[in-house]
């Protein structure tokens, strides 16, 4: 049961910094918050949001409530801050997580066992949230998307009763999970695999950005037939000049290769050897540990306001990389402060047995801009910035989108084959027939009705007492 102090209503000197996203660009007002600490006040917080005819839109920090348009009074936001556990079973190579584990949680266990999770490129973001929209990360070229490695989920239904998802239990459910979000019902716990990355070389070569036009055009052509154990991703960077900033790039303009390799140092060098040949001004690579691999990117670490957009791309010809570079490079005014390609391709192409909701992807590229927003005339450079980008790739868009990357409200029917988007309609009537949850990106049941608000006892502060 839960109890007043986990409840946070409009007026409590808590209010502002509960209802806050990881995003600080989205104002999230829902009719109140509450923070449970276990599954069973979960259950307890659905069946009350239920009752009082609330949505439940679930978030562990708000990494991607940018894609959640807003969180009104008709909604009651379900943290799972509090409940953060990690276990291990290295022998197994199998980790459990509660719901807001974060990536670094699970890489501080693992990581010194020579194990690693399917994790982001961030180590901060959220464990869950990020394995339900898919899970790309610098293993997924070998091993696939994260949504892929779930053995088991348990999840509260919208009728407050908690089930175990994996192969023999809910096999729908556990289907729709990997891949189709969070419109199923509130994971309380996942189960996933490990993978062996004793040996492991990572870090990045970074050029003064006059050089992003030949850096990026060698690339393109060195990545075309690198082993799936090798993963990188080349960015434009326009580093802002923050203190906390490591002095090699602080305030700097550079055109960035980063990169990690599942496997022997020496093979790695010989791999890695035209892009040195390049003569990079920084080289960080060397032979890391694999807890290494969330901080890699040098993401950002605190709560920011930011806007974001990207494609993913069939293909990747020099003439995309031309545009590129005079839509974010030098020269061309682009306010973004990362402008980024990930190659995709190996394991992600191929959907493996049983796979999940989002079984593989297609496409060979993934582009993805970032500009920080500290204030509102920069918002709209940013997104006008973001789209003369999506203009100038459209050529090679596949027009097929990454859930985990779009960070904006979408029809979801541009992430699944229709086959696909149709069997997670069902699978949303069968556990959430009147749309309860409300997921970023949502799965909407066919024919199922919003729950319109009855009156709560005090508009939006509703009785502790009632959980
Ligand atoms: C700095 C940064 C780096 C990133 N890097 C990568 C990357 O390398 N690869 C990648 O694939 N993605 C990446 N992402 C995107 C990230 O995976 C998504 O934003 C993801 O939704 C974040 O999950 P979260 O739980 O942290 O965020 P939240 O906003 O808390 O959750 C996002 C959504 O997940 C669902 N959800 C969360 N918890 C639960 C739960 N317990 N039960 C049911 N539903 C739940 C809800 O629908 C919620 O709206 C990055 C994002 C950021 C901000």
Redesign the pocket.
Known sequence: MLNAAQLVRPGDERWDSARA???LAIDQRPALVAQPGDADEVAAVVNFARENGLRV?????????G??AGVGEDTLLLK?GRMTGVEIDAENRRARVS?AAKWRDVSAVASPRGLAPLS???A???V???T??????WLSRKHGLACNSVLAAEVITADGTLVRADRDNEPDLFWALRGG???F????ALEFELYPAGELYAGMFAWPWQRTADVLHAWREWVSDVPDALSTVARILQVPPLPDIPEPVRGRQLVVIGGAYLGAEGLAGELLRPLRDLRPELDTFGAVAPGALGRLHM??EDPMPYAVGGQMLDELPAAAIDAITEAAGPGSGSPLISFELRQLGGALTEPPPDAGALAALDQAFLTHGVGTIMDPSAATAINTQLDVLADALKPWDSGVG?A??V?VPTDARTFYPPETFDRLQEVKRRYDPDDL?R???PIPSPGGHVVVPAELETPGVPEARKL
Request: glycine content about 24%; aromatic content about 8%.
């Open positions: 996203a990881w995003n839109a679930v978030q562990a920090e708000g990494h991607g409530a894609a959640l799972t719901a982001g490129l961030s901060e973001v959220g869950v949230g990020y339900l929209g898919g899970g790309l990360g979000g969070g419109s019902g509130a994971v309380t993401e950002p990454l985990n990357f960070d949850f997921a970023n990106h």
